[in-house]
């Protein structure tokens, strides 16, 4: 089954915009469309607190302000500054994939890097790129449940395609709603 199309005006896209604007946060990586602080920031948020984030990504990128930096920085200093945010594996996956971006770019398809998943692949291409896609997580899920209903698979893992609304609104509008984690493939 197809992914559903909705313009950022439409309902669902709506709804979700208007759960997030009244409690939205300044969030360092919303104020960026690098690629790079985008996935770092998505990598670190899996399974863990915005609230931890925010210091250690600054710090991050303070550290590493680009993927070649990283790459070329030891695995031990990595998983140094990584402290805190659990999992180090991500921090391994970073590392590597930093590494295989410096050597021969960023790939099309971005699940193609040691630990990108669909989600984050969505999230980047949203939040950096503005393609029009919204990455759906758990939060998102649940505000689209309790909006319009219904348990099942309706919102669950499938990516959800944005394109621009008659009043111009652009996908990239969604950057601070989508605090988001899933959006496996149909």
């Known amino acids: 089954m197809a992914a559903p199309t909705w313009t950022v005006s439409d309902p669902p896209v709506a709804a979700v915009l ?9 969030l360092p990586w919303r104020q960026t469309r690098d690629v790079y602080g985008v996935w770092v920031s998505e990598m670190m948020l899996i399974q863990t607190q ?3 984030v925010v210091p250690a990504w600054s710090a991050w990128m303070r550290r590493w302000p680009t993927v070649h930096a990283l790459a070329a920085a030891s ?3 990595v998983l140094d500054q990584w402290q805190g945010l659990g999992y180090p594996r991500r921090a391994r996956d970073l590392h590597r994939s930093a590494r295989i971006v410096a050597d021969s770019g960023w790939p099309q398809d971005l ?4 630990g990108v998943g669909s989600y984050v692949a969505a999230a980047v291409r949203c939040f950096a790129f503005e393609h029009p896609v919204l990455p759906v997580d758990v939060n998102v899920r ?3 449940r309790r909006r319009f209903g219904g348990g099942g698979d309706r919102h669950r893992r499938r990516p959800v395609a944005c394109r621009a609304g008659a009043d111009g ?18």
Do not use: I, K
């Open 169 to 186: 609104a652009r996908p990239a509008r969604l950057r601070g709603a989508a605090t988001v984690r899933r959006v496996p493939g149909p």
């Open 142 to 144: 649940r505000v689209l």
């Open 50 to 52: 915005a609230q931890r």
């Open 75 to 77: 695995l031990a200093d």
């Open 18 to 26: 208007d759960w997030w604007s009244p409690d939205s946060r300044p």
């Open 111 to 114: 699940t193609e890097l040691p």
